[in-house]
């Protein structure tokens, strides 16, 4: 069975400074990657994915994150925050079934 | 503009009174999915749809219904709610089978308190 963990429920930024969002997963197969991001009152949408290929890869607003299969790892980076950027991250793998298992969010806040 | 409308985006309900939640798009999407997100939990699925009249239990079935019959609407059924079903509930779709992106195109949510 597949899992993810995220390992900060909280990670409080000034604006302006460099962020990473910690995220490993747990998988028997070959899983696709992704993170997600839900802006206050709104579902979620894709910020990046990796399904094969090149383990750096970029996302929207800035965001990437890399894929690390002997750590197990797909920690998103920015390197430098916006007030903006405040939301819930959620990291999530799937096996190509259409099943994603998400992980607990973090919830990034960035201050002024 | 291609979106997924869920409707009632707000919901008070009482146990045992019968509800349903709509779920709606526009994108010609075969595969569909409800999940629930509860705080330190992420997101779990309930049901999903691969097609019309194609549905399969996720991670957390019990206590809920789905219906496939047309291909843009798959609604999430509460016969008898619990408190425990008190929750933020999305639903999502995705494109074409054959190569999966992941990509998941997420509903507003919709915010369900069972009294």
């Known amino acids: 069975a597949q899992s993810v963990t995220q390992l900060d429920s909280q990670v409080p930024v000034f604006e302006e400074a460099p962020v990473e969002l910690r995220c490993n997963y747990s998988?028997?197969?070959?899983?696709?990657l992704f993170w997600y991001v839900q802006y206050p009152n709104q579902g979620l949408q894709l910020l990046l994915k990796?399904?094969?290929?090149?383990?750096l890869v970029k996302g929207i607003n800035g965001f990437e994150a890399e894929f690390n299969k002997s750590q197990t790892s797909f920690h998103l980076r920015k390197p430098s925050v916006h007030i903006s950027d405040t939301a819930e991250y959620f990291c999530?793998?799937?096996?190509?079934?259409?099943?994603?298992?998400f992980g607990s969010g973090t919830r990034l806040q960035v201050q002024p | 503009e291609a979106q997924v409308t869920q409707n009632p985006r707000y919901l008070i309900t009482v146990t045992g009174k019968k509800l349903t939640v709509t779920c709606s798009q526009n994108?010609?999407?075969?595969?569909m999915s409800w999940y629930r997100q509860d705080p330190g939990l992420g997101l779990r699925q309930i049901y999903y749809?691969?097609?019309?009249?194609?549905?399969d239990k996720g991670d957390v079935p019990e206590g809920y219904k789905v219906s496939r019959k047309e291909k843009r609407n798959f609604p999430l059924i509460l016969e008898s709610p619990s408190p425990n079903q008190t929750s933020l509930y999305f639903c999502?779709?995705?494109?074409?089978?054959?190569?999966?992106?992941?990509?998941?195109?997420f509903g507003e949510g919709s915010r369900l308190t069972v009294l």
């Open positions: 999530a793998s799937g096996t190509g079934r259409r099943a994603l298992t």
């Open positions: 998988s028997s197969v070959s899983v696709y």
């Open positions: 990796y399904l094969s290929g090149s383990t």
């Open positions: 994108m010609n999407h075969e595969y």
């Open positions: 749809s691969m097609n019309v009249e194609v549905t």
């Open positions: 999502a779709s995705s494109g074409p089978t054959g190569l999966w992106t992941g990509e998941l195109f």
